[in-house]
């Protein structure tokens, strides 16, 4: 083994151990609505709610290293047949991240960014719900690295899950 060789490993380990640098700067509400079309009727109802969720992951690079990453969530129930409200959350995270590789990127957007902020979301649209003066409506437990993997095997590529 020559000289060259032999140091080629310790310089990968020390590109390795600099490692990725994330941080997460902010988190806000981008958009947030509630509808309660049904009001008050819909109260004098018993309770038997349907729910339909959609929930949807975004990720747009701002500047060298800042990316926003956005979950939007639309829930719409019915009660009866009839809307009982319509809630929808966009909770944004602005991050900083550095050394992390093209291959690296569509993982940690597309699934480490949304498993962050996903809890201010729930917390978020309980809120809005329970303000709405309905029972407390809770996601449940979303795994983004299964979802994230789907994506990937559907067709989407790490340029599709990222805008730039």
């Known amino acids: 083994m020559s000289k060259e060789e032999s140091k080629a490993p310790n310089e ?9 640098q994330l941080d997460l700067l902010r988190i806000f ?14 109260f004098q109802l018993k309770w038997e709610p349907e729910v339909k969720i959609s929930l949807n992951t975004k990720a747009t690079q ?34 900083r991240i550095e050394g992390a590789g093209k291959e690296q990127m569509g993982p940690l957007l597309g699934s480490y960014c949304p498993t962050v902020l996903f809890p201010y979301l729930r917390e978020t649209l309980s809120s809005a719900v329970e303000r709405g003066g ?18 990937i095997k559907d067709g989407a590529t790490g340029e599709n899950i990222v805008t730039h």
Request: net charge negative; charged share 15%; aromatic share 12%.
């Open 12 to 20: 990968n380990q020390a590109a390795a151990g600099q490692g990725i």
């Open 29 to 42: 509400v981008k958009d947030l609505s509630f509808e309660s079309p049904s009001s008050p009727e819909i």
């Open 62 to 95: 701002n500047d060298e290293g800042f990316y926003e990453v956005g979950l939007v969530c639309t829930a719409s129930v019915k009660n009866q047949s009839k809307t009982a409200y319509i809630v929808e959350a966009e909770q944004v995270g602005l991050f």
């Open 134 to 151: 309905f029972p407390q409506f809770l996601l449940t437990p979303v795994n983004f690295d299964a979802l994230y993997a789907q994506a």
